[in-house]
Each structure stands twice: as structure tokens, then as C-alpha cells.
């Protein structure tokens, strides 16, 4: 059964700082890997997505990577801002097109 | 980009009725559609798999007859939470598969508030 953990749970950074968010999976069988932001009571906006033949994408001053041989992937955020406070989830699809999430991490960016 | 309504956006009902959530596909056809429910403070959780026109596939521990989950057309998908108590105030969010290939697109959530 696929497992997806996100390590930090939370984290706090004054603003300014790049930061690393890390996720975990178990299966490597994977279709894609996505990164979401949820903010407070939101749904779900989709950050980046990467196909399992991929090893990053990038979109602005956000970086994703995967490593899909050791179940790994991290959501690089460079000079974070105070809007960049959110919950960030990170998502595998398996083979039966199910995302299973992380528990996400919770970010606050101090001004 | 593709989209996916969801309906009611906030809903209250009282302990013991029943509710239903609207999930549509507004510019594609969904052959595919998921429901997730997520706690206060916790990650979204798969729910069901909603096929057009057959039975849903629920995941283990979800009780069918109390979540109702019905795929009518390619554009609809509708979850009905039945003699509702407390403990199932949560955010149901659903997504949705065009068809070949893995993108999906998701709604905007619903939350539901039973008191």
C-alpha cells in the first residue's frame, strides 16, 4: 500500500529564506508526483506536477524534484514571501490513477 | 484550464437528514471521478472511485450506504452523506479524470457542518 510522508510538519521562516520541503513515498510505482498549496479552509491549487519519467519542474521561484527510484521528492521555494504561507501537499498518483496525499506541511513565513 | 465545480460550497444540516454534493465537469467529460474528505487539520483522504455508469469503488473503512456515491453522467458526479451525524462535518473535495492519461482536475471543496 503506497505511503506519501511530508517532513516538516510545520515549519516557520523569516522572509526571505529558500527553503526545502521534503516528501516521501513507499511504491515507486508511480504515473506522477504533484505538489498542491491549500490555504486555510481552501481547496486545493495545483503547484507542479511531474510525470515519473521526469526529474523536476519549475515554476517561478518554486522548484520541484523527484526521485522516483528512492521515493523522494522535495518542493524547493527560493526567497519566500509572507503569501507563500499555506499548507503544501505533496501527491503520488498510482497505477489506478488515485492520488494518495501527505500529510502536508504547514508553512508560515514571517515578515 | 479544465474545471470542476463542486455545490454546494457550504452546507448545514441536522443530525439525522441527509446531503448532497454536486460535483460537475464544466468543459470535459469525466470518465473518472474521486471524492476525498479531509479533517481539520489533516490531509485528504481518497474516499471513492466514481466510474461513469457503474457502482462506485469505495476505499476500506468507508462505509457505502452511508455515502452514497452516484456517477449518472459524464459531467456529474454526486455524493450523498446519509442520516448524518456530527463526526461527518468535514471538507469533501472531489476530482476528476477526462479520460486516457493522469491529469485530474479538482473542485473547490465542499464543506459540510452537521449539528
Known amino acids: 500500500k503506497q505511503e506519501v510522508t511530508q517532513i516538516p510538519a510545520a515549519l516557520s521562516v523569516p522572509e526571505g529564506e529558500n527553503l526545502v520541503l521534503n516528501c516521501s513515498f513507499t511504491?515507486?510505482?508511480?504515473?506522477?508526483l504533484q505538489w498542491f498549496r491549500q490555504d486555510p479552509g481552501k481547496g486545493l491549487t495545483s503547484l507542479l506536477l511531474?510525470?515519473?519519467?521526469?526529474r523536476e519542474q519549475t515554476s517561478g521561484r518554486l522548484n520541484a524534484s523527484l526521485d522516483k527510484s528512492s521515493g523522494r521528492s522535495t518542493l524547493y521555494i527560493a526567497a519566500s514571501q509572507p503569501g507563500d504561507s499555506a499548507t503544501y501537499l505533496c501527491?503520488?498518483?498510482?497505477?489506478?490513477?488515485?492520488?494518495?496525499f501527505g500529510s502536508g506541511t504547514r508553512l508560515l513565513v514571517r515578515p | 484550464g479544465a474545471v470542476v465545480s463542486q455545490h454546494p460550497s457550504r452546507v448545514i444540516c441536522k443530525s439525522g437528514t441527509s446531503v448532497k454534493i454536486e460535483c460537475r465537469s464544466l468543459d470535459f467529460q469525466a470518465t473518472t471521478m474521486f471524492w476525498y474528505r479531509q479533517f481539520p487539520k489533516q490531509s485528504l483522504m481518497l474516499m471513492a472511485t466514481?466510474?461513469?455508469?457503474?457502482?462506485?469503488?469505495?476505499e476500506q473503512g468507508v462505509e457505502k450506504d452511508k455515502f452514497l456515491i452516484n456517477h449518472a453522467s459524464l459531467t456529474l458526479s454526486t455524493l450523498t452523506v446519509t442520516s448524518a451525524h456530527p463526526e461527518d462535518s468535514s471538507f469533501y473535495i472531489c476530482?476528476?479524470?477526462?479520460?486516457?492519461?493522469?491529469?485530474?482536475?479538482f473542485g473547490e471543496g465542499s464543506w459540510l457542518t452537521v449539528v
Open positions: 466514481s466510474n461513469e455508469g457503474s457502482k462506485a469503488t469505495y
Open positions: 511504491d515507486s510505482a508511480i504515473y506522477n
Open positions: 501527491a503520488v498518483m498510482d497505477s489506478s490513477y488515485k492520488l494518495i
Open positions: 511531474i510525470q515519473s519519467s521526469q
Open positions: 476530482s476528476a479524470r477526462p479520460g486516457p492519461g493522469n491529469t485530474i482536475y
